[in-house]
């Protein structure tokens, strides 16, 4: 069995974007009580967030858009470019204490502590540019925790794969020069669906071209659908690349009872996928995964789902 990590913190419940906006504090806490209630959490090592230092995110993010979000929250501001994103006062450290908990994580499995980890973090990341708020989502975690783990930790290839229903716009943005990561996404197709990036096209650019990879499915798409796109082209590119650590965006609204996509994922689906890259990274990785919390907007799916991922990162 695997040594799992695990990193939340209540302080990710402070980042407070009110009870009827979806990405809102209850969906840390059903995931928190379900670990905890079910006993789940002694057989986890529990990791503190800390907070990015501004160095870190200024690695891919333009200091003057990070300047501008902390001032908007220091004033008390209600949005960042644009309505879906709502922020309170504390926002901006939340947001640093998201990053710092995926750092915290790499930390954690590159001494040795654990050998995989889920990063219960708020708010999400994979949706933000390097300018700009998007979809919920202000600082990139997971992209900023790929490049630390390569300039901080020493590690050369890092492989992302994003599951998330919503193309993962902000982590291919931030990467898509880059030839040292390669970001996969399965999404709903982006005619169909926020953020409407995403094609087969977008292969990333310059040096980084052919290490972008995009696979959209048409809206009612089902598990079977994104499991033979995974058996037959996901895997063959992940062994191709032959990452040191597989990152995960775990994003759980393609289930079939999410209220903001169109896809007809099952949980059984999530285990299956969650195996299969889980297998992956234990032939070709040294079992080296780190999984971000991203989207799912129902509660009791995304409470169910999450508990069933943590258990495949610990079967490893």
Known sequence: MARTGYVYSPRYLEHDTGPEHPERPDRLRVIHRRVVFSGLIKELQVI????????????????????????ACAAGEETLDGEDNRICPASFDIARLAVGGVMAACDAMM?????????????PGHHAERDHALGFCFFGNIALGAKYLQEHHGLGRVAIVDWDAHHGNGTQHLLEADPTVLYISLHEDPGACFPGSGRREERGIGPGEGFTLNFPFPPHSRGRDYL????DEVLPALMAFRPECLMISAG??????????HLHFSQRGYMILGALLTSFAKEFCGSRIISVLEGGYNLEALEDCV??????????
């Open 111 to 123: 001494r040795g502590e654990v050998d995989n980890a889920f990063c219960a973090v708020r708010p």
């Open 48 to 71: 503190e967030p800390y907070p990015a230092p501004l160095a870190w995110i200024e690695r891919l993010h333009d200091p003057v858009y990070v300047e501008r979000f902390r001032e």
């Open 252 to 261: 759980f609204d393609a289930h079939t009872h999410d209220p903001l996509t």
């Open 307 to 316: 508990f069933e991922h943590l258990l495949a990162l610990k079967s490893l």
């Open 228 to 231: 033979d796109v995974m058996e």
